[in-house]
């Protein structure tokens, strides 16, 4: 794995190569499938994450659209009531999804049965896993659930109305 340092000052360097890289060379790692770590000099922390976010924000930044605003505020949304993990794993199918490699490897079978949108099994599955002593915590959980649908369903129609647009 590639490992790639940011320094205070913004750079980004390259332990591999002993070079300084910019975004855009990051983006090239991207497009040949290199694995990568950007890793803070100073803190050590895993950074790879707001570095690829800032590089979706420039390219928005530029005129590229590509993520509808209303998405980004469910995303902000699922933060502030502590769901984010749901939007983890919603986000994951999606990615999952839209894989070509694996709808060639696994065949289109892998493709039609496929619903990024399917929570409830997920969370079933979760649910069952932990003990539920306290009914009101079951209630709560259910409610939750009710309300993460009913924000998919509205992500839905709005998946809906872009491929409306864009047809």
Same mark, same amino acid.
């Given at each position: 794995?590639?490992?790639?340092?940011?320094?205070?000052?913004?750079?980004?360097?390259?332990?591999?190569?002993?070079?300084?890289?910019?975004?855009?060379?990051?983006?090239?790692?991207?497009?040949?499938?290199?694995?990568?770590?950007?890793?803070?000099?100073?803190?050590?922390?895993?950074?790879?994450?707001?570095?690829?976010?800032?590089?979706?924000?420039?390219?928005?930044?530029?005129?590229?659209?590509?993520?509808?605003?209303?998405?980004?505020?469910?995303?902000?949304? %699922? =933060? /502030?009531? $502590?769901?984010? &993990?749901?939007?983890?794993?919603?986000?994951? @199918?999606?990615? #999952?999804?839209?894989?070509?490699?694996?709808?060639?490897?696994?065949?289109?079978?892998?493709?039609?049965?496929?619903?990024?949108?399917?929570?409830?099994? %997920? =969370? /079933?599955? $979760?649910?069952? &896993?932990?003990?539920?002593?306290?009914?009101? @915590?079951?209630? #709560?959980?259910?409610?939750?659930?009710?309300?993460?649908?009913?924000?998919?369903?509205?992500?839905?129609?709005?998946?809906?109305?872009?491929?409306?647009?864009?047809?």
């Amino acid at each position: 794995m590639i490992e790639i340092k940011k320094y205070s000052n913004r750079r980004l360097y390259n332990t591999d190569t002993s070079s300084y890289v910019t975004q855009e060379d990051i983006v090239e790692l991207i497009k040949s499938n290199n694995n990568f770590r950007i890793i803070d000099s100073e803190s050590k922390k895993n950074i790879t994450s707001a570095v690829l976010i800032q590089i979706i924000l420039e390219r928005e930044n530029s005129g590229t659209n590509l993520i509808p605003e209303d998405f980004l505020k469910q995303i902000i949304l %699922f =933060y /502030e009531h $502590n769901k984010a &993990s749901d939007m983890f794993h919603f986000l994951n @199918n999606i990615n #999952n999804f839209a894989d070509t490699n694996k709808i060639f490897s696994e065949g289109v079978s892998s493709f039609m049965k496929f619903n990024p949108f399917n929570f409830r099994e %997920f =969370y /079933e599955s $979760n649910v069952s &896993s932990k003990n539920q002593s306290n009914k009101k @915590n079951s209630k #709560n959980k259910n409610q939750n659930l009710e309300d993460l649908i009913s924000q998919i369903n509205k992500l839905k129609e709005q998946v809906e109305e872009i491929k409306k647009k864009a047809s």
